[in-house]
Nanobody
Framework: QVRLVESGGGLVQPGGSLRLSCVTSGFSLEYYTIGWFREAPGKEREGVSCISGSDGKTHYEDSVKGRFTISRDGAEDTVYLQMNSLKPEDTAYYLC?????????????????WGRGTQVTVSS
């Protein structure tokens, strides 16, 4: 059974950092693309970043480039999202998801399995 569990969210001041974790089970991380997405109040779910299981290639949404870093640890079956220089507009509910089609895309329609998410709030 495919399962993804996020953790690491919290309250942080602008300019601060957080590291989100997505612990996976029920499949082999090396074969699939994992993406991070976020939902802010009143806004549609948007893709943040994704990482290829086969070769570790990464892709980022423009607003987070240079600030966020996605990585994976195959031994721990975990995908991380390191978030630096956080801004109030990064406040959202963050979710990780699996694309069984192994595409490098942030299109939510490509992702079939989702975690429950973790809240990130950036505020002074």
């Amino acid at each position: 059974q495919v399962r993804l569990v996020e953790s690491g969210g919290g309250l942080v001041q602008p300019g601060g950092s957080l590291r989100l974790s997505c612990v996976t089970s029920g499949f082999s991380l090396e074969y699939y693309t994992i993406g991070w997405f976020r939902e802010a109040p009143g806004k549609e779910r948007e893709g943040v970043s994704c990482i290829s299981g086969s070769d570790g290639k990464t892709h980022y949404e423009d607003s987070v480039k240079g600030r966020f870093t996605i990585s994976r640890d195959g031994a721990e079956d975990t995908v991380y999202l390191q978030m630096n220089s956080l801004k109030p507009e990064d406040t959202a509910y963050y979710l990780c998801a699996l694309d069984p089609g192994r595409r490098m895309s942030l299109n939510t329609d490509n992702y079939d399995y989702w975690g429950r998410g973790t809240q990130v709030t950036v505020s002074s």
